[in-house]
């Protein structure tokens, strides 16, 4: 089971709120989030309500600052995120992963099947893009550009017919990386 603390303050000073599930807005606890801390489990972070907009993935540790920890992900080529206002537990997976890929939205193109992470799909399936997918088993990250950089997103068992519908200003999928079992 996951748990995450969101602080109002950084340095997790000010008002907190404990959460061992999805939330769809942190804002109708905190005014607002400047620091958190996993204690367990794996969680997708985002910067709008409904688990839209930018998305950070976060594992156990500490995330004193949330603020600076966002321009430095954008300067590293993610998204910036200035605050979080909702999250998403991810579930512990343990056994196979499979997903299958396709070129083009309502799972039309080229189709591939992953069982195991792709550092770049143009590389691997000289397929540029990735714009539908379906995920039999597993959870993953898809990321925008290759060797797992860029913005990310976040998919879990079902169908994905447009994953630009998904919230996010994504202008492609270039690699995809499985979350392990040990978060």
């Known amino acids: 089971m996951g748990r995450i603390i969101f602080y109002e303050d950084r340095n997790f000073q ?5 959460c061992s599930s999805d939330c769809s807005d ?20 985002y910067n709008r309500p409904n688990f839209m907009g930018n998305q950070v993935f ?35 997976h343990r056994g196979q992963y499979r997903m299958r890929i396709y070129e083009s939205e309502n799972f039309e193109g080229q ?9 770049s799909l143009q590389d691997r399936y000289n397929m540029s893009d990735c714009q539908s997918c379906n ?6 990250l ?3 550009l290759p060797n797992y950089r860029g913005r990310m997103l976040y998919v879990g068992p079902g169908e994905y017919r447009s994953l630009r519908e998904l919230g996010m200003n994504m202008t492609r999928i270039s690699s995809t990386k499985r979350i392990m079992d040990i978060c």
């Open 14 to 18: 000010g008002q907190s709120y404990e």
């Open 26 to 45: 942190i804002h109708m606890h905190l005014n607002r989030c400047n620091s958190c801390r996993v204690e367990d489990g794996c969680f997708m972070v």
């Open 58 to 92: 976060l594992r156990r540790g500490e995330f004193s600052d949330f603020q600076r920890m966002g321009c430095v992900m954008g300067m590293m080529g993610m998204a910036v995120m200035d605050t979080i206002r909702s999250c998403r537990m991810i579930p512990m």
């Open 111 to 119: 189709m591939h099947e992953l069982m195991d992470d792709c550092e």
């Open 135 to 140: 995920v039999m088993d597993g959870h993953w």
């Open 142 to 144: 898809m990321f925008e």
